[in-house]
């Protein structure tokens, strides 16, 4: 039997074209199963779903696409899924996705770095990549972005880059995996896969992000705390250190009722209490904040959004958040 492939299109550069003052979003993919190199075996449907840029999606489109996922997911329709995205915020919704699916369904997110009329063209490689692995039946890897012939979870995977093809990347971790000329070759598993409870996919969009630098990051959590979001994610230094007046902020924040996850801007390693001096991880967490181990802000922000959604608690919020 024939594998069933759904390519769900959001838009991005892997549709845009050539237009007077730069690439715009163009009439859409064209699948050509020659060009392409769509294997035989693969009946190959598209559905489009958004047709933007990838800076336009915002997190109740990312929801909107989750809870589509999520149909399919329970439908067995499909064999697998494809989503085509813009890369700035592809990880973003597939982090939001893989955190709300149970991985009965093959769903791979893959892009372009370069149009359809640019010399190189990544786009027909990468759609193929993504489409022989989400035939490959694999269900115990989660959500999966795919892009130069690199197979990376979505929990891990990051835009490292602005333009070059080879942007995506899983720093500390690498790649699970690579697709070669004649199918899937993979390399590891992961270990941990951030997983929300069964459930319909609902936000709270109500939750904030500070990245600290020198001397700076104070004023925008008194700001966001005093226009009521529930949640703030603080992206400090190193192991999870602020300046001290950054440190008075998430203090009075805390008092009010606000909560304060505690991530790292830096690309790898994890937040940890080392330091105890004022504004250091130790004295945030004394406090009341919450850290996030090694991952990156934007993705514990829709982590918190969703959780705060299903209207978990704090306690629950920490036992997700110590897994990291």
């Known amino acids: 039997m024939a594998d069933r492939i ?3 299109s959001t838009g991005g550069t892997i549709e845009m074209a050539p237009g007077k003052k730069g690439l715009v979003i163009g009439p859409g993919m064209h699948f050509d199963r020659n060009t392409a190199g769509i294997p035989p075996g693969v009946v190959l449907e598209n559905q489009r779903m958004f047709s933007l840029p990838s800076p336009h999606m915002t997190p109740e489109l990312m929801l909107r696409l989750t809870l589509r996922l999520q149909e399919l997911e329970a439908s ?4 697998g899924v494809v989503v085509t995205h813009g890369t700035d915020t592809l990880e973003e919704s597939a982090f939001l996705a893989d955190l709300h699916l149970r991985g009965s369904l093959p769903v791979v997110f893959t892009a372009a770095m370069r149009s359809a009329g640019e ?3 990544d786009g027909p490689r990468n759609l193929r990549a993504a489409i022989l692995t989400a035939g490959s039946k694999i269900h115990d890897l989660g959500v999966l972005v795919v ?5 990376h979870a979505a929990g891990r995977v990051t835009k490292t880059c602005t333009s070059n093809i080879s942007s995506f990347n899983s720093p500390g971790y690498g790649p699970l995996g690579f697709v070669d000329e004649d199918g899937v070759i993979l390399h590891r598993k992961p270990l941990w896969r951030l997983s929300m409870p069964p459930g319909p996919a609902v ?3 109500r939750v904030g992000l500070v990245r600290c630098a020198a001397g700076f990051g104070g004023e925008l959590v008194d700001y966001l705390a005093g226009q009521g979001y529930p949640a703030i994610v603080v992206e400090a230094f190193g192991r999870g250190n602020v300046p001290p007046e950054v440190a008075a902020s998430v203090k009075r924040a805390l008092a009010s009722g606000v909560m304060i996850v505690i991530t790292t801007r830096c690309y790898e390693g994890r937040v940890l209490g080392v330091y105890a001096y004022e504004g250091g991880c130790v004295d945030l967490m004394e406090a009341g904040a919450l850290t996030a181990g090694d991952m990156q802000g934007h993705k514990i922000r829709l982590m918190l959004m969703s959780s705060l959604g299903r209207g978990m608690c704090r306690e629950e919020i920490r036992s ?3 897994r990291l």
Do not use: K, Q, R
């Not at 067995?76 to 064999?79: C, F, K, L, V």
């Open 320 to 322: 997700l958040l110590s």
């Open 119 to 121: 010399m190189g063209v």
């Open 147 to 151: 892009l130069g012939d690199e197979i």
């Open 6 to 8: 759904l390519v769900l």
């Open 76 to 79: 067995g329709e499909y064999d």
């Open 203 to 205: 936000l709270d969009t």
